[in-house]
């Protein structure tokens, strides 16, 4: 069955780094946009990041825009977010998303997030 499983959050300071990590399986990884969302608390959740299915095409939000990286490696079925410079208001639980895709998934898939911490 289709499974996203992330890992790589936790506690920095401000300032600091984290590298998320999300590893599929269950489908052809390679033929789906990956996402990351985040969610604070008593906010909806919000997209921060997408990767198109051969990595050559990236968007980000606004706010995390010149700070977070997001990479992938087909071969690995893993998707990566690099957070740099993290502030407390990135403070959220990030999940991973793969969005329905036709031929390829039936409907959208999240995993089951990590949280981020950013606090002195």
């Known amino acids: 069955q289709v499974q996203l499983v992330e890992s790589g959050g936790g506690l920095v300071q401000p300032g600091g780094s984290l590298r998320l990590s999300c590893t599929a399986s269950g489908f052809l990884f390679g033929s789906v946009t990956m996402s990351w969302y985040r969610q604070a608390p008593g906010k909806e959740r919000e997209l921060v990041a997408n990767?198109?299915?051969?990595?050559?095409?990236?968007d980000y939000a606004n706010p995390v825009k010149g700070r977070f990286a997001i990479s992938r490696d087909n071969a690995e079925n893993t998707v990566y977010l690099q957070m740099n410079n993290l502030i407390p208001d990135d403070t959220a639980v990030y999940y991973c998303h793969a969005p329905a895709t036709w031929q390829v998934l039936a409907v959208d898939y999240w995993g089951q997030g990590t949280q981020v911490t950013v606090s002195s």
């Open positions: 990767i198109g299915p051969t990595g050559t095409n990236t």
